[in-house]
């Protein structure tokens, strides 16, 4: 039915490079969804190559101490912090 | 009426003491666009208590000119959708029949501004997704030629493709929310200085004697018939007020809206991943390591479609594929940049509908992702092209609204607004 071939776990092993957790139900769901997306992708092969002359300016502005937020609004929406620092899950 | 249509997320009305031209003027805001001290969710589970410590600069300059924000709008999550239907607080509902959806992204912008709840609407437009609840809401929505107007403090979907734009009843009051917003902003180094003391309003003056207005076939064809009818009825009009049209052809579009998805869900898998629950949202809790504690707040705080996308994405650029899905998508949209070039060498503004079908009846089209990422065929090439376009309304099939969309050259704001507006007479 499709050109491209997507199995579970490679939707699982997608899943794991993007931080998400799936439920099975999911996974099957899709499973069988990328299957037909892609194989719509894969109409791109026909694509010639285009060659592409982009103006391109340089927008940096000078490297000056800007006004910013306070560091209790930067913290604001945090679940937690600690002693004025954002309070992540352990590295490992 | 306006509580059962589901329209804002939040309700809250902020008051601005500056006189401007939008004095006594009511304005929803979508709800990806940050609003100092008020909740800004994204239409997601992951953001329902985020609370932005800083105005957008779109909203800064809305209260600058007076205007009074009644709310925020409800919108497919993160702006993934076409329907407004894929919200964490629920569909939004077509004013015009609320058994049908209002469009999307910006459903609830759109159907504010329909329903009377606020004069004006901000949305935000990533693949159409202004012109698309304003085509099936029977308003007016524009999407702004890329870098006119600022995205800083937009919640970022997709940044290459999306602007921020407005919806009002008619294009001349779009046009006036457009001059409040556009023009360069120093927080936002993509913005250009067009748009700096513009005067679009004073371009819908309705004439269009002697403009030319092309009609890409590839984008009539697979349009519904009912529609293509109340277009060409609209066309015929313009003709009578001495437009005169011709068929163009922009071969690239057939690729367009692959090259949009693979581009927009690249995007999104990379912007999205900042959604780790540390800094803000959901957070996934303290057990295990950090990996399985943002696995988990994105398995609760994302509902199917932003993990649809943020894996089709994560996919499309792993290693392996990237050549032929990223490098190839990139290909694509230089090549319809390319075929809008040639065709503004040729007429003035271009001319579609803005959606080849009428509103779908809510819960109609769930099921089947890829079905509707083909409605958005009309409104893509646009973003991928860096374009400004407008949807203004052309009629009614059945009591339903259609739009009609008319595409103009980079910054031809000015055209498209005279072209819409002669829709209008």
Same mark, same amino acid.
């Given at each position: 039915?499709?050109?491209?071939?997507?199995?579970?776990?490679?939707?699982?092993?997608?899943?794991?490079?993007?931080?998400?957790?799936?439920?099975?139900?999911?996974?099957?769901?899709?499973?069988?969804?990328?299957?037909?997306?892609?194989?719509?992708?894969?109409?791109?092969?026909?694509?010639?190559?285009?060659?592409?002359?982009?103006?391109?300016?340089?927008?940096?502005?000078?490297?000056?101490?800007?006004?910013?937020?306070?560091?209790?609004?930067?913290?604001?929406?945090?679940?937690?912090?600690?002693?004025?620092?954002?309070?992540?899950?352990?590295?490992? | 009426?306006?509580?059962?249509?589901?329209? +804002?997320?939040?309700?809250?009305?902020?008051?601005?003491?500056?006189?401007?031209?939008?004095?006594?003027?009511?304005?929803?805001?979508?709800?990806?666009?940050?609003?100092?001290?008020?909740? #800004?969710?994204?239409?997601?589970?992951?953001?329902?208590?985020?609370?932005?410590?800083?105005?957008?600069?779109?909203?800064?300059?809305?209260?600058?000119?007076?205007?009074?924000?009644?709310?925020?709008?409800?919108?497919?999550? +993160?702006?993934?959708?076409?329907?407004?239907?894929?919200?964490?607080?629920?569909?939004?509902?077509?004013?015009?029949?609320?058994?049908?959806?209002?469009?999307?992204?910006?459903?609830?912008?759109?159907?504010?501004?329909?329903?009377?709840?606020?004069?004006?609407?901000?949305?935000?437009?990533?693949?159409?997704?202004?012109?698309?609840?304003?085509?099936?809401?029977?308003?007016?929505?524009?999407?702004?030629?890329?870098?006119?107007?600022?995205?800083?403090?937009?919640?970022?979907?997709?940044?290459?493709?999306?602007?921020?734009?407005? +919806?009002?009843?008619?294009?001349?009051?779009?046009?006036?929310?457009?001059?409040?917003?556009?023009?360069?902003?120093?927080?936002?180094?993509?913005?250009?200085?067009?748009?700096?003391?513009?005067?679009?309003?004073?371009?819908?003056?309705?004439?269009?004697?002697?403009?030319?207005?092309?009609?890409? #076939?590839?984008?009539?064809?697979?349009?519904?018939?009912?529609?293509?009818?109340?277009?060409?009825?609209?066309?015929?009009?313009?003709?009578?007020?001495?437009?005169?049209?011709?068929?163009?052809?922009?071969?690239?579009?057939?690729?367009?809206?692959?090259?949009?998805?693979?581009?927009?869900?690249?995007?999104?898998?990379?912007?999205?991943?900042?959604?780790?629950?540390?800094?803000?949202?959901?957070?996934?809790?303290?057990?295990?390591?950090?990996?399985?504690?943002?696995?988990?707040?994105?398995?609760?705080?994302?509902?199917?479609?932003?993990?649809?996308?943020?894996?089709?994405?994560?996919?499309?650029?792993?290693?392996?594929?990237?050549?032929?899905?990223?490098?190839?998508?990139?290909?694509?949209?230089?090549?319809?940049?390319?075929?809008?070039?040639?065709?503004?060498?040729?007429?003035?503004?271009?001319?579609?509908?803005?959606?080849?079908?009428?509103?779908?009846?809510?819960?109609?089209?769930?099921?089947?992702?890829?079905?509707?990422?083909?409605?958005?065929?009309?409104?893509?090439?646009?973003?991928?092209?860096?374009?400004?376009?407008?949807?203004?309304?052309?009629?009614?099939?059945?009591?339903?609204?259609?739009?009609?969309?008319?595409?103009?050259?980079?910054?031809?704001?000015?055209?498209?607004?005279?072209?819409?507006?002669?829709?209008?007479?």
């Amino acid at each position: 039915m499709s050109d491209t071939s997507v199995d579970a776990d490679e939707v699982r092993h997608v899943a794991t490079l993007a931080r998400v957790d799936l439920d099975d139900d999911e996974v099957e769901e899709f499973t069988a969804q990328f299957a037909d997306i892609l194989t719509y992708f894969d109409a791109l092969d026909e694509v010639p190559e285009v060659d592409t002359e982009t103006e391109l300016v340089n927008v940096m502005r000078p490297d000056e101490v800007h006004e910013g937020l306070s560091q209790e609004e930067a913290l604001s929406n945090a679940a937690e912090s600690e002693d004025g620092f954002f309070k992540g899950p352990k590295v490992s | 009426m306006s509580a059962d249509l589901n329209i +804002f997320v939040t309700e809250e009305t902020l008051d601005s003491d500056a006189d401007g031209p939008l004095s006594g003027k009511t304005v929803a805001v979508k709800d990806n666009i940050s609003t100092e001290g008020l909740r #800004t969710t994204c239409g997601s589970a992951m953001l329902d208590d985020y609370v932005p410590p800083y105005d957008a600069t779109v909203v800064e300059r809305l209260k600058n000119a007076g205007a009074t924000i009644v709310g925020k709008a409800n919108m497919d999550e +993160f702006g993934m959708g076409s329907t407004t239907e894929t919200s964490a607080f629920g569909a939004t509902k077509n004013p015009v029949d609320p058994e049908r959806v209002p469009g999307g992204s910006s459903g609830g912008s759109a159907a504010a501004v329909a329903a009377g709840e606020a004069d004006l609407a901000l949305g935000t437009d990533t693949g159409g997704s202004v012109r698309n609840p304003a085509a099936f809401c029977g308003v007016v929505g524009i999407k702004p030629t890329y870098g006119l107007v600022s995205r800083y403090g937009l919640v970022a979907y997709a940044n290459s493709l999306e602007q921020i734009g407005p +919806f009002a009843p008619t294009v001349e009051e779009a046009a006036e929310l457009l001059d409040v917003i556009a023009g360069p902003d120093a927080n936002d180094a993509t913005t250009h200085d067009e748009g700096a003391d513009s005067d679009y309003a004073s371009a819908a003056d309705g004439d269009v004697d002697g403009l030319t207005i092309g009609v890409p #076939t590839e984008l009539v064809e697979g349009a519904d018939d009912r529609v293509v009818e109340t277009f060409e009825a609209a066309l015929s009009d313009l003709e009578a007020q001495g437009a005169e049209t011709t068929e163009v052809s922009l071969e690239s579009v057939g690729h367009a809206v692959q090259a949009y998805y693979v581009i927009a869900m690249s995007e999104a898998s990379s912007n999205l991943a900042r959604f780790d629950g540390v800094r803000y949202g959901k957070s996934g809790g303290y057990d295990g390591n950090w990996n399985e504690s943002f696995a988990r707040a994105r398995e609760e705080g994302f509902g199917a479609e932003v993990k649809r996308r943020v894996l089709l994405g994560t996919y499309a650029l792993s290693a392996g594929y990237h050549d032929k899905y990223y490098k190839k998508a990139q290909d694509a949209r230089a090549w319809v940049a390319q075929d809008f070039d040639a065709a503004f060498e040729e007429v003035d503004v271009l001319a579609s509908p803005t959606m080849p079908v009428l509103p779908p009846k809510l819960g109609e089209s769930l099921d089947d992702p890829l079905q509707l990422y083909l409605t958005d065929a009309n409104t893509v090439p646009v973003n991928l092209a860096n374009l400004p376009a407008i949807s203004v309304p052309a009629g009614e099939a059945e009591g339903l609204p259609v739009g009609l969309q008319l595409i103009g050259p980079k910054f031809g704001e000015e055209t498209i607004v005279r072209a819409a507006s002669a829709v209008e007479n």
